[in-house]
């Protein structure tokens, strides 16, 4: 996942740091590209975390006109219960296997569509590589 997800760094052009958590919330890997933000460190961990933990991308806590965590929401303030942990944007995305959520994967380091195109080629990554042990 994470030499995937690299790849479609560098294919873009963007200095990422990817985090890759298990079900816990727990680092299991993270590669920090050369030239990446040494804050990318942390906020990639948070969102894998956050993904995990709440077992859905990150970006849609925020998405109008329902994100649970857009002012006036059920859940405004959610990023507070977690100080420096819990992310409610862009860059976290939820590994799911056999209908369980089984770990994250977060990105940092570049706008939505790039943190999106990135975390999505390190999903990709994990797909092929079950489909390749005999699937689900």
Known sequence: MLAAARAKAEEIGVKQTICVCDDGG????????????????????????????HERATHKFTEPPNGPALPGNEAFGINMIYPGKFAIFVGGFPIEHDGQIVGAVGVSGGNGAQDKAVGAAALEAFAKHVAEQGGA
């Open 26 to 53: 727990n680092v299991l890997g993270l590669h920090r590209l050369p030239g990446a933000r040494l804050t990318g460190v942390e906020i990639s961990m948070a969102k894998a975390f956050t993904a995990a933990g």
